[in-house]
């Protein structure tokens, strides 16, 4: 066996809606919606690993889009070998690599996380149904992005954990009760919108305690 | 009098092709430093003549009908006369005149509203605009994974036979960049091969005087925004770079267009308004519309008799780039298109 414990070292997502796993295309019966999630895809970017303030570590990889389409981009898997009391990261991309042209992998254009007619990463999509949008056949889309003040959506998180294996959680249900989407069901540019989505992001991301 | 610019690519010497591939631009010593990082996407001849293919070819829109070079000419340096307002698509107008294309290393941010921050990005707006290609950039990289023929170009260009939306665009990028305007009759004088009739030495002075500050030499732009006092057009409702930033001091703002190539870019103006100098001209002596953005230059009215103005239009004329215009290595790359 040459699995050493520092190979097991691995960062989950797991969006949760109703207290369990999301799952896409499946219809969700809340007490005052139906609600349908079709898309969901987000960078998760820059993951330190610190203590006492100070990072220790940090995933070579810079940016990683996770897309529940492919459970498997939601499994990062590291090496750091120092003992931390706190991971960051940032969800979206910083405002350099947004400036600076065309990339390859994760961030390609063909991902659908670029904006084709005003320059700028999409930090976080999410799409579906629900019976509250008056969109559409009840459509709603958040496109949350925008790099420059006074849009700048990037949201730095930093969660307190020692664990080897840590798994975090996005609660959908409660982003979406924040959202309220029967006023805001599309959001699709840099705008104050976006700005307070992407907070209430931030703040539904918590560590899954097992 | 060059600069020379030498990028040499590497290749690794076990490939049984190029050992070197070598590219250079070439741009005179009194233009200033280009803004493009070329250490991002080096230049190198297979990439400059994949991105010229690609330019030329309608496969980047939806049904095969629309190239980039179907609104940017080479013989109008790379706009579009036929037109005041793009044509795309299914015979569709857009809402802008194609600009000019060239010089673009030394330009910052792209589209008459500064909407695009990068010149690798630029051609996802074209690709994907219902109106312009109605393309999605992951279906025109499908399509060209399916051709065989591209896929030995990509991979000649890339050492990667797999075409992404990358390379793609780097490779659109690199054929642009090469696209420099920099052999005028202002640009002999200026290196001392040619001289200025007396008509045109008057234009020049007047050109220093009123325009300069705005269409900044050697470029003939400073590209920075500005609001140049045109009256809005009521159908159009065009504010410019607000449209972008939402910040009103942004209203009306457009990028300042080069004056090089006037000769064959017209017509004028991000709306293609005016087709002739004269009516330019006239605009900037009796047009100006008073708007809280109007550019300070001009508050208060430029005054030119009808010989100044002839003998400023004169300048511009020396501003034409026949040679930049007629360059072989920017047309159509004959039998070339997969």
């Known amino acids: 066996m040459r699995l050493t414990a520092q190979q097991k070292r691995t960062i989950q997502f797991i969006p949760i809606f109703n207290g369990a796993p999301l799952k896409l295309d499946t219809e969700y019966y809340t007490a005052k919606d139906t609600i349908l999630i079709e898309t969901l895809k987000f960078y998760l970017s820059e993951i330190q690993f610190c203590k006492d303030n100070v990072v220790l570590d940090r995933l070579e990889k810079k940016y990683h889009l996770l897309d529940l389409m492919h459970p498997t981009s939601l499994i990062l898997k590291h090496k750091s070998k120092n003992d931390f009391s706190s991971i960051r990261f940032k969800i979206g991309v910083d405002s350099t690599t947004n400036v600076s042209g065309a990339f390859g992998e994760d961030l390609d254009p063909t991902n659908g996380m670029y904006w084709t007619w005003q320059s700028g990463f999409i930090n976080f999509k999410l799409e579906g149904r629900s019976r509250q949008s008056p969109a559409r056949q009840h459509r709603f889309q958040l496109h949350i992005g925008g790099y420059k003040a006074p849009f700048n959506t990037l949201q730095e998180v930093e969660l307190k954990t020692s664990k080897k294996k840590i798994i975090l959680s996005i609660d959908i249900e409660n982003l979406l009760t924040d959202v309220g989407l029967t006023e805001r069901y599309e959001v699709m540019s840099p705008s104050e919108n976006a700005v307070s989505i992407a907070r209430y992001i931030a703040h539904n991301i918590k560590l899954k305690q097992r | ?338």
């Open chain 2, 1 to 338: 009098m060059k600069q020379r610019l030498l990028f040499l690519l590497p290749v690794l010497a076990l490939l049984s092709f190029s050992i070197y591939s070598s590219n250079t631009i070439d741009y005179p010593d009194y233009f200033p430093n280009p803004y493009y990082n070329f250490g991002n996407n080096v230049l190198d001849t297979t990439k400059i003549e994949l991105g010229r293919i690609l330019f030329y070819d309608p496969i980047l829109s939806k049904d095969s009908s629309i190239s980039c070079a179907s609104c940017h000419s080479p013989y109008n340096a790379f706009a579009h006369t036929d037109h005041d307002l793009s044509h795309g698509i299914r015979d569709q107008i857009g809402t802008r005149n194609a600009p000019a294309l060239f010089n673009l290393a030394w330009q910052k941010e792209f589209m008459w509203d500064g909407a695009i921050n990068h010149l690798d990005v630029q051609a996802l707006a074209p690709i994907s605009h219902p109106k312009e290609m109605g393309e999605e950039i992951s279906s025109v990289v499908r399509k060209l994974n399916d051709s065989k023929e591209y896929r030995r170009l990509f991979y000649l260009a890339y050492r990667d036979s797999m075409v992404t939306g990358e390379h793609l665009l780097k490779a659109l990028s690199q054929f642009q960049l090469t696209l420099i305007s920099a052999q005028s009759k202002y640009d002999e004088v200026k290196q001392g091969r040619s001289s200025f009739s007396n008509q045109e030495k008057n234009g020049y002075q007047l050109f220093q005087k009123h325009c300069n500050s705005c269409h900044r030499e050697p470029l003939f732009s400073s590209y920075e925004f500005s609001n140049n006092g045109l009256p809005v057009d009521t159908n159009l409702l065009d504010f410019g770079k607000w449209q972008v930033s939402k910040q009103s001091q942004d209203s009306l703002l457009f990028k300042i267009p080069s004056l090089r190539n006037l000769s064959y870019s017209l017509p004028y103006m991000h709306d293609g308004r005016f087709r002739r100098l004269t009516e330019v001209i006239n605009h900037y002596t009796n047009g100006i519309t008073k708007h809280p953005t109007l550019a300070k230059e001009l508050q208060s009215p430029i005054v030119l008799n009808s010989n100044e103005k002839n003998d400023l239009i004169a300048f511009l004329l020396t501003l034409n780039d026949k040679k930049f215009v007629f360059e072989p290595k920017h047309q159509f790359p004959k039998n070339k298109i997969p």
